[in-house]
């Protein structure tokens, strides 16, 4: 891991050799626009029933998430001795990952959409499931555990875009939420509590402006494995968690 200047940190990235990528169109009726999918697959796994679902940071897509490494993070994950499982990603877009007042609900497209496609690729009834994300996507990795708390093996997120309040948040990005009450009602810190004694794993830098939602995530789940570490809110810093938030979900699945 190479350290760089003002404490960020970057990984190289593995190559990608033992995984293939497919790609599609996710039908959905809950957003405007097209949201594409990848998925990452172990070549020569037939019948895969593991799935990590990854949402990206706000304005990413499935390839930008793809390019940025996770393939190769994945390889190298079964060149030591992973258990298989396949990674799908999705068009994070901007909207939050929870239900908005213009009518976009990419929490849906995340929970219900996404792993309707995924069974259906993989030709599987069910699927174990566990959930990532990233910034904006972590956020609404971890709203859809705390909605469903039984349902993923693992959570695992890098920097996941918490707000301790309303007020907090119009003074940062300022439009995640409709109003004060869209805030209450899609509050991450507010139902953490679901998530206590599940396997949650948090990563975020030091110099991740989002670390006093995490640190308040955290005080409210105790349970939660939250690694603080040299880093900031980049892409080099989602490279340098991506083996360790793998290796958690892989052993759980």
């Known amino acids: ?14 190559p ?10 996710i039908p959905t009726r809950h957003v405007a626009t097209v949201v594409h999918y990848a998925l990452i697959v172990p070549d ?19 390839n930008a998430a793809v390019a940025l490494g996770l393939d190769g993070f994945l390889a190298e994950y079964l060149r030591a001795g992973g258990r298989p499982f396949a990674l ?25 959409e996404l792993p309707r496609i995924v069974r259906h690729v993989f030709g599987v009834s069910r699927v174990h499931e566990a959930i990532m994300g990233q910034s904006m996507g972590g956020y609404g990795a971890l709203l859809a555990a705390e909605r469903e708390p039984q349902r993923y093996r693992a959570v695992a997120v890098a920097g996941p875009a918490i707000f301790p309040s309303y007020d907090d948040e119009r003074r940062s990005v300022g439009d995640a ?26 990563w975020c830098g030091r110099r991740d402006p ?12 105790p349970t939660a494995e939250v ?17 360790s938030l793998l290796q958690f979900v892989g052993a759980r699945l």
């Not at 990608?16 to 169109?25: K, N």
């Not at 603080?228 to 810093?237: A, I, M, S």
């Open 44 to 62: 020569g796994v037939r019948g895969i029933d593991r799935v990590a679902y990854l949402l990206p940071g706000r304005g990413s897509d499935a």
């Open 210 to 221: 989002f670390l006093p939602g995490v640190s308040a995530f955290a005080r409210v789940c």
């Open 88 to 112: 799908a990603v999705m068009d994070a877009g901007e909207s939050y990952f929870h239900p908005r007042a213009s009518g976009e609900d990419r929490l849906t497209v995340a929970t219900v």
């Open 227 to 243: 690694h603080v570490k040299p880093g900031c809110h980049d892409d080099g810093f989602w490279r340098a968690s991506a083996a």
């Open 16 to 25: 990608p050799t033992g995984v293939h990528v497919m790609r599609g169109v």
């Open 1 to 14: 891991m190479a350290v760089r200047e003002y404490g960020c940190i970057d990984t190289p990235v593995p």
């Open 177 to 202: 939420f409709d109003s004060p009450a869209d805030f209450a009602r899609y509050d991450v810190l507010a139902r953490a509590r679901s998530l206590r004694g599940r396997p949650v794993s948090i």
